[in-house]
T-cell receptor, first 114, second 111 residues
Framework: DGGITQSPKYLFRKEGQNVTLSCEQNLNHDAMYWYRQDPGQGLRLIYYSQIVNDFQKGDIAEGYSVSREKKESFPLTVTSAQKNPTAFYLC?????????????FGPGTRLLVL | EDKVVQSPLSLVVHEGDTVTLNCSYEVTNFRSLLWYKQEKKAPTFLFMLTSSGIEKKSGRLSSILDKKELFSILNITATQTGDSAIYLCAVGGGGADGLTFGKGTHLIIQP
């Protein structure tokens, strides 16, 4: 089946700990994105990558890091510098062709702080 | 700063009613406006609009864009309980490659 997978579904973070959220796609999409969703806030862009080995900060990149070593994979690390990490994290991907704006989303990871 | 504003933020109606959801935007270098439906997890794509005045339709859902007044509406006719969801409006444009999302409209359809 083609699509985007995220793991784990739920993740618990202890104080001072770095955690990594996985995002994999087999849609052969060039561009991948990470969003954070808080209640009543809509989705906010954390990082995005349009091509392997390149990524850009979004609106709320502080306290997060990413890598893009393979086309299929775009993991997000929530570092200890992110003071309010509790949220629903969504990964998305799309083709980078003219006027192709439609992003397809994974099922999300809910991060909770212990 | 790019901005997308949705209204109302929440709406409760009875099954069979027609609803209209609103989305206004201020985005530099506008490229497109997208509507998504989010039930429990991943938002699922509904429509992408790039041209003013051309209605997009899928079953009981339809949407139209007004690029002069900078807004879009999403209509749902003959609502069903399965239409209960958060409806997200997003705009492509501005500096970043990602989409700018509104806060969403939480729609509840009562039987």
């Amino acid at each position: 089946d083609g699509g985007i997978t995220q793991s784990p579904k739920y993740l618990f973070r202890k104080e001072g700990q770095n955690v990594t959220l996985s995002c994999e796609q087999n849609l052969n999409h060039d561009a991948m994105y990470w969003y954070r969703q808080d209640p009543g806030q809509g989705l906010r862009l954390i990082y995005y990558s349009q091509i392997v080995n390149d990524f850009q900060k979004g609106d709320i990149a502080e306290g997060y890091s990413v890598s893009r070593e393979k086309k299929e994979s775009f993991p997000l690390t929530v570092t200890s510098a992110q003071k309010n990490p509790t949220a629903f994290y969504l990964c998305a991907s799309k083709q980078t062709s003219w006027l192709q704006e439609t992003q397809y989303f994974g099922p999300g990871t809910r991060l909770l702080v212990l | 700063e790019d901005k997308v504003v949705q209204s109302p933020l929440s709406l409760v109606v009875h099954e069979g009613d027609t609803v209209t959801l609103n989305c206004s935007y201020e985005v530099t270098n506008f490229r497109s406006l997208l509507w998504y439906k989010q039930e429990k997890k991943a938002p699922t794509f509904l429509f992408m609009l790039t041209s003013s005045g051309i209605e997009k339709k899928s079953g009981r859902l339809s949407s139209i864009l007004d690029k002069k007044e900078l807004f879009s509406i999403l209509n749902i006719t003959a609502t069903q309980t399965g239409d209960s969801a958060i409806y997200l409006c997003a705009v492509g444009g501005g500096g970043a490659d990602g989409l700018t999302f509104g806060k969403g409209t939480h729609l509840i359809i009562q039987p």
